[in-house]
Antibody, heavy 117, light 109 residues
Framework: QVQLQESGPGLVRPSETLSLTCIVSTDSFKSTYWSWIRQSPGKGLEWLGNIYHSGTSNYNPSLKSRLTISIDTSKNQFSLNLGSVTAADTAVYYC???????????WGQGTLVTVSS | DIQMTQSPSSVSASVGDRVTITCRASQAITNGHGLGWYQQRPGKAPKLLIYSISSLTPGVPSRFSGSGSGTDFTLTISSLQPEDFATYYCQQANSFPRTFGQGTKVEIK
């Protein structure tokens, strides 16, 4: 059973960088595509980007200039850094796994990040 | 980006009812993987129900089914059960960025 756990601060100041890490428990870390997806309060789902164990990544163009996703295969974890945040970045952030790159089979429980001064 | 539009936004139904949710893509989805459907209960992460348009994720009840092609896709719940009251999202897997519909909330009538 694949388990994912997000960690990071729940409150970030405007204009600062939002940083989250996802630790994954699985033997198939290197054969799965890892993504970040967020959900603003009361709203729908937004895919932010993904990364593979090789470091190959894809980003949502709407966030590409502010977003970096990195991976550490030695620790079975991947991370998100989103710069210059505003209140519009307030959301529940999920770390997610897609064994086939197309669909999201594995989800963390989600972590609420609030951007506020 | 491929925009995904779901209808209706919400539906009120009773246990035992047949429910159909529609998802329309802004451009044709042409790869073999196509589209997936997720169920989200309040306060929980989404759960993949159907992938590649019509393939059921293992463990998902057979009352759930998916169909469609091109730009129009449907999720059908053949006989609504109490645990099915939730919000459902479609997601296209044709291209990056991956995009989701805005959701359809299935409520108790």
């Amino acid at each position: 059973q694949v388990q994912l756990q997000e960690s990071g601060p729940g409150l970030v100041r405007p204009s600062e960088t939002l940083s989250l890490t996802c630790i994954v428990s699985t033997d198939s870390f290197k054969s799965t595509y890892w993504s970040w997806i967020r959900q603003s309060p009361g709203k729908g789902l937004e895919w932010l980007g993904n990364i593979y164990h090789s470091g190959t990544s894809n980003y949502n163009p709407s966030l590409k200039s502010r977003l970096t996703i990195s991976i550490d295969t030695s620790k079975n974890q991947f991370s998100l850094n989103l710069g210059s945040v505003t209140a519009a970045d307030t959301a529940v952030y999920y770390c997610v796994g897609a064994p086939n790159m197309y669909f999201f089979d594995y989800w963390g429980q989600g972590t609420l990040v609030t951007v506020s001064s | 980006d491929i925009q995904m539009t779901q209808s209706p936004s919400s539906v009120s139904a009773s246990v035992g009812d047949r429910v159909t949710i529609t998802c329309r893509a802004s451009q044709a989805i042409t790869n073999g993987h196509g589209l997936g459907w997720y169920q989200q209960r309040p306060g929980k992460a989404p759960k993949l129900l159907i992938y590649s348009i019509s393939s059921l994720t293992p463990g998902v009840p057979s009352r759930f089914s998916g169909s469609g092609s091109g730009t129009d896709f449907t999720l059908t719940i053949s006989s609504l059960q109490p645990e099915d009251f939730a919000t459902y999202y479609c997601q296209q897997a044709n291209s990056f960025p991956r995009t989701f519909g805005q959701g359809t909330k299935v409520e108790i009538k």
